[in-house]
């Protein structure tokens, strides 16, 4: 087998990065890294096996462990549906709560049917902490926190 300097390798990892740069993807970059490794290797050790196989091992390591990690911190959290993207939205009290009695507040237009722990008065800002059912159950705001 025929013997690759180590200017090969580096100038063909050189290349494949600005092809990363063309056509992005998260891939090609890897390929690159992997062929400056093997041009670094290439100048203290002379065998292409021993070459190819570090390119081969090391680029296909990359590529699985970069697409791992690329996957987790892209994946996107699935957006609430229905009455659950309501939770932690403000709102504001319609009638008043007076525990265990309902109340009403008015929350992104629309009035829902509210329970609270503590007795909340009309007017007051309120943020919804989860939807159970057909209800709201809400808390009131700090003062100064309103959104």
């Not at 892209?74 to 939205?89: D, S």
């Not at 319609?94 to 909340?120: S, T, Y």
Request: charged share 20%.
């Amino acid at each position: 087998m025929f013997e690759l300097k180590p200017a090969v390798w580096i100038i063909a990892g050189l290349v494949l990065a600005v092809l990363e740069m063309l056509v992005p993807g998260l891939v090609i970059i890897w390929f690159g890294v992997a062929a400056v490794v093997a041009g670094i290797l290439a100048i203290f050790v002379h065998n292409p096996y021993i070459q190819f196989g570090v390119f081969i091992v090391l680029s296909g390591v990359m590529v699985v462990f970069s697409q791992r990690i690329a996957r987790k911190i892209t994946h996107k959290e699935p957006e609430q549906v229905g009455a659950n993207r309501m939770v932690g939205v403000t709102g504001i009290v319609v009638q008043p709560i007076a525990p265990p009695e309902l109340g009403r507040v008015k929350v992104n237009g629309d009035e829902w049917r509210a329970e609270a722990k503590v007795a909340i008065a009309r007017g007051a800002t309120v943020r919804v902490l989860c939807v159970e059912g057909t209800r709201l159950i809400v808390d009131i705001c700090e003062e100064g926190s309103h959104e």
